[in-house]
Structures are given as structure tokens and as C-alpha cells.
């Protein structure tokens, strides 16, 4: 694991699958309420964005079904920054 939290959690993002800030915290051990500022901070910088999810009625086939279809979890992208600062 990254020896920087945030690059740690950029990492654990760009793995997948989806995840719920529940369990990126428990994942990386820190605070969920930490893992939430991270995350902002990871979508500030623009490394990460949040896919919205416009297809709520059209899951079947899709496969990101699982990961997305909870009410806690997010689809987050990793960006080309984001993935440019991973490959450092």
C-alpha cells in the first residue's frame, strides 16, 4: 500500500470495484468521515470524479450492477491526472 492516505485511496479507487465510503475506510483503516474528506479533496484536484447514475431502471446486462445499486456506494472514476499521479 501507498505510504501517502491519499494515494492509498486513489489506488484502492482505481482497483475497483465500487465502493461505499464504508468500506474504502475500513479498507485503508482510517475514519469514514476522513475517507469523505479525502475524496472531496480527490475530486478537487480533479484525480477522481463520481459517474451519476442517470440508469437506475436499466441495470439488468450492466456491469457495474453490483457495485452501483446500493444507495451508500459511488461510482467514482479515476481521471488521466489521477492515473498519471498513480504511475509516479
Known sequence: MASDPLTALLAAIAKGPTRSLRELARQLGLDE?????????????????????????????????????????RLWIVSAKGQRALQR
Not at 468521515?33 to 436499466?58: D, I, K, S
Request: aromatic share 8%; with cysteine.
Open 33 to 73: 468521515g476522513l475517507v469523505r474528506q479525502m475524496v472531496t479533496t480527490l475530486v478537487a484536484g480533479g484525480y477522481v470524479y463520481e459517474a451519476r447514475r442517470a440508469c437506475a431502471a436499466a441495470c439488468d446486462g450492466c456491469a457495474l450492477w453490483e457495485g452501483c445499486s446500493s444507495d451508500d456506494s
